[in-house]
């Protein structure tokens, strides 16, 4: 079986202990690639998950400014976003996107320092990693203003087929975590049932969110498989056809022009 987690920030402190362990997990657990998300604290940090992706060959970067940290960027951070974005284990630009839950930055700002990634998205031909909260209605406007052409995903999902109808209609993705597992997401189920079997991808967002029977704890790729075995329950498949579909899911969204 071949799962992908497109989601995680392996950079994160709480992995300093035993990253390495961590890592070895996923592998037996049968993951063949994850996606180190190196949001950071944007400059100089955006190679947090370049670091991660030169040690192991499974592992792809990708590079941008989290909307948390979005009124926090310095001067002359987009070209050097653009310098990382080159790398040749970068993937992906992201996360980035919007978030009104916690307005850790202006929203205001957010909107900036997202379209002009959007934009460079767009020039740099990568694909987009979006995280929304509480902001869905702008967050689809931006993309529909730019519309990267490389596509992208919504990280974390939680919308429900309404939402889900959006991102297809943008040609995006699915990011499928834990949540799903939460007692309370049925509109989100709901989307997962409905959803192509093309638009979807696994994900963690380790340390975040860890799916039931870990939820509470501290979230880690190989968690991804319990989310796999609920989205295959859902969709009544076997979970070996969702794993080797998300799987070429995420190669085609973000290998396609890797060398
Ligand atoms: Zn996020
Ligand atoms: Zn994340």
Not at 41 to 68: K, M, N
Request: hydrophobic fraction near 40%; charged fraction near 25%.
């Amino acid at each position: 079986m071949r799962i992908v987690d497109s989601h995680c920030h392996l950079d994160d402190p709480r992995f300093d202990e035993d990253r390495q362990a961590v890592l070895d997990r996923a592998w037996a657990a049968g993951l063949v690639s994850l996606l180190a998300i190196g949001t950071g604290e944007g400059p100089p940090d955006f190679a947090a998950g370049i670091r991660l992706a030169e040690a192991d060959r499974r592992i792809y970067a990708s590079v941008g400014v989290h909307p948390h940290h979005a009124g926090r960027v310095a001067e002359g951070w987009a070209n050097a976003l653009r310098a990382c974005s080159r790398h040749p284990r970068v993937v992906a630009l992201g996360e980035m996107g919007l978030d009104y839950h916690y307005n850790f930055s202006p929203p205001e700002a957010q909107r900036e320092v997202f379209l002009r990634q959007l934009e460079l998205a767009a020039e740099e031909h990568k694909p987009v990693v979006i995280h929304t909260r509480e902001a869905w209605a702008d967050t689809i406007a931006l993309l529909q203003q730019v519309r990267p052409p490389a596509g992208g995903v919504f990280h974390c999902f939680s919308g429900g087929p309404a939402e889900a109808e959006d991102a297809w209609e943008l040609g995006f993705y699915l990011g499928l975590g834990g949540v799903i597992t939460f007692p309370k997401a049925h509109a989100l189920r709901e989307a997962a049932r409905l959803a192509p079997l093309d638009r979807l991808l696994l994900e963690t967002d380790a340390p975040y969110l860890a799916p039931v029977p870990h939820r509470g704890k501290r979230n880690e790729p190989a968690f991804a498989a319990d989310t796999l075995r609920r989205v295959a329950e859902e969709r009544q498949m076997p979970v070996e056809t969702l794993a080797e579909a998300t799987t070429a899911n995420f190669e085609r969204l973000c290998l396609r022009y890797t060398r």
